[in-house]
């Protein structure tokens, strides 16, 4: 039944516009966020760089992540579709396929959209032999991969931060289940990630949310431990956002919430 339900929700996402004009927008707004940065005498690991610490590009970024699929809840709940699919599947695997699509879908609109991107850099002739390395191993644990494996050096930084991004559209999944709003469910990640980013600020490196997702070296440690620590304080509060929005949504179903 989950999986008849995930291949439901899945088909309902790639068969609508808004996911490939998200990546679009993705691609878009990564070449707006960079222009000025880009010329002949940097390589693509110094954009990447910089593009992951604009904090406009973040704000920005998050919409198109959530647009795809943040108002799953919501439009079931609007048309009514949610009784016909809780009946046939169960309240579990539906809030398990929402929850799960929510999550990878955000995170591959993110990360599909910037590796697009870099490939046009490539494309246009810029360096990715990562020989330059532009001192980034100094301040990132994956920074070896620049001399070794340069595509695993950007997979590593994109995925976390395209991780990040679904850490906040949950959030927006989370607080649709409470307000029947589909802006509200849109931009609600953003002010999410504003203040859990203010609030972590405030905590040891290692908590800080920003931090984190520019895959600083925050542990000290190496690229292995880095990541892992990392993708699991992410899936820590996807799960945490995960279970207020099961509890939440199984109280909508059994009617004790109007």
Not at 40 to 69: E, H, Q, R, T
Request: aromatic residues 16%.
């Amino acid at each position: 039944m989950i999986l008849q339900q995930l291949k439901a929700d899945y088909k309902r996402i790639f068969s609508s516009p808004k996911m490939y004009l998200s990546i679009l927008g993705v691609v878009l707004l990564c070449y707006i966020s960079t222009e000025k940065y880009i010329h002949g005498s940097v390589d693509i690991y110094y954009i990447l760089d910089i593009l992951i610490g604009l904090s406009v590009f973040k704000k920005l970024i998050i919409i198109f992540s959530a647009l795809p699929c943040v108002t799953g809840f919501y439009d079931d709940w609007k048309h009514q579709y949610i009784k016909n699919i809780v009946i046939r599947t169960g309240r579990r695997n539906y809030i398990i396929s929402k929850i799960v699509v929510c999550v990878s879908i955000s995170f591959l609109v993110v990360f599909l959209g910037i590796l697009i991107f870099i490939g046009l850099l490539i494309g246009m002739g810029f360096d990715y032999s990562g020989i330059n390395g532009m001192g980034l191993d100094e301040n990132m644990p994956y920074g070896i991969f620049l001399y070794q494996k340069p595509f695993l050096y950007v997979c590593c930084i994109v995925s976390i931060y395209a991780a990040s991004m679904a850490v906040w559209v949950m959030s927006g999944l989370m607080i649709s289940s409470y307000i029947l709003n589909s802006f509200v469910a849109i931009c609600s990640p953003l002010i999410f990630s504003y203040l859990f980013e203010e609030i972590t600020g405030l905590l040891p490196p290692y908590f800080n949310m920003y931090l984190l997702a520019k895959a600083s070296n925050v542990l000290g440690k190496n690229a292995t431990y880095s990541y892992l620590y990392t993708i699991f304080i992410f899936t820590v509060l996807i799960l945490g956002q995960g279970l207020i929005f099961a509890k939440r949504v199984k109280r909508r179903l059994g009617n004790e919430i109007s």
